[in-house]
């Protein structure tokens, strides 16, 4: 179905490989597709007893998705557009419901998109190499893939810290924050890999995954740690971006001051709806990821998102006129069109 991704069938395990490495394995529409047809034809193969998802070359596990395509599109057909969410979000509900063990293998950087194809993984394993972030409300969208029932499961203010900065972990701060439930030294993944296709799986596969991944997984000391007490004081209980941008001003801490600065680039609009759908989300992934859908599709007719990859990514000059530009512009009326039905529909699963 197309050449940026492939299959393979390893020992007892059904092998993704994200195949678009000069474009930091980004995903498309196709590759959703494809995987999601891959999965799904596993789920009935005997053979198949566990699914190891990677990305290709050393720089990126999967960056995020196909945003030049997105913008392009959503200036002339927005509903066209939302097409991609909704191939990316079945594929995303499917691998949270997958009743095979699936393995992430989080090696490089692992932004938007990656972070879709791999935080419902029955084992993430970060490496020395890895940089997660979830930026979105940098180009004028939100969190999504799952990320209002993903980030709701950490603790204390990570939730809301890691969705309104964008702050980027590393592979130790991953495992601090329970993003990666593993971590292991860059210049041995190769060698992990080897080891988990060579694993007898033909007992319980997770205990014999978890077994490999034992001998390879490293304990450091992350920096992550060491700020959660500021994290859970000023991000616990987040009413909204303004209020918290208030209370990171009257803060006054060098912890607060990098907060804001990492805030302050970002959408008004897209920062109000991150607190809304992380606080209000519902109970399930499949409730959570058709909420986040119906807000996504609207922030394609934009404006903000337009102008956002403009200053982002096209144009590159880092300055976003947002539509409001500030966060006491934004009304919960405004906030109220994001939740409701988009022109195309609601997102529909299984």
């Not at 978890?210 to 450091?220: I, K, P, T």
């Not at 990859?309 to 947002?322: E, L, T």
Request: charged share 25%; glycine share 12%.
């Amino acid at each position: 179905m197309t050449d940026d991704i492939r299959f393979s069938r390893e020992g007892a395990f059904g092998v993704v490989t994200l195949a678009r490495p000069k474009a930091l394995n980004s995903l498309t529409a196709a590759m959703c597709a494809a995987m999601d047809s891959q999965l799904r034809g596993w789920a009935g193969d005997d053979g198949v007893r566990a699914v190891l998802i990677e990305g290709e070359g050393e720089r990126a596990f999967c960056a995020g998705g196909d945003i030049r395509w997105l913008a392009t599109t959503a200036k002339e057909d927005p509903v066209e557009a939302a097409t991609f969410f909704r191939t990316e979000y079945r594929l995303n509900d499917l691998i949270a419901g997958y009743d095979k063990p699936y393995i992430a293998l989080i090696d490089g950087i692992c932004m938007g998109g990656g972070v879709g194809v791999s935080a419902m993984a029955d084992r993430r394993i970060a490496t020395t190499n890895t940089l997660w972030a979830m930026p979105e409300c940098g180009i004028g969208l939100v969190p999504d893939v799952g990320a209002s029932y993903v980030l709701p499961k950490l603790e204390g203010g990570l939730p809301l810290y890691l969705g309104l900065t964008g702050a980027r972990l590393d592979g130790g701060a991953c495992v601090a924050a329970g993003v990666a439930t593993h971590l292991v030294e860059a210049e041995r993944t190769g060698e992990l890999r080897e080891a988990l296709i060579g694993t007898d799986l033909s007992g319980d596969v997770l205990a014999a995954i978890d077994s490999v991944l034992g001998g390879f997984h490293v304990r450091v000391d992350s920096d992550l740690s060491a700020q959660r007490g500021d994290i859970d004081r000023l991000f616990s209980s987040v009413q909204s971006a303004e209020k918290l941008t208030e209370a990171l001003r009257a803060d006054g801490s060098d912890f607060a001051a990098r907060c804001l600065k990492l805030m302050a680039p970002g959408s008004p609009t897209s920062q109000e709806l991150t607190v809304r759908l992380l606080n209000g989300a519902p109970g399930s992934f499949s409730e959570c990821i058709t909420r986040e859908f119906r807000v996504t599709s609207r922030l394609l007719e934009g404006p903000d998102f337009h102008e956002g990859v403009r200053a982002q990514i096209i144009d590159k000059d880092r300055d976003p006129k947002w539509q409001p530009d500030s966060l006491g512009e934004v009304t919960e009326e405004m906030l109220d069109r994001y939740f409701q039905e988009p022109e195309g529909g609601d997102l529909r699963l299984g």
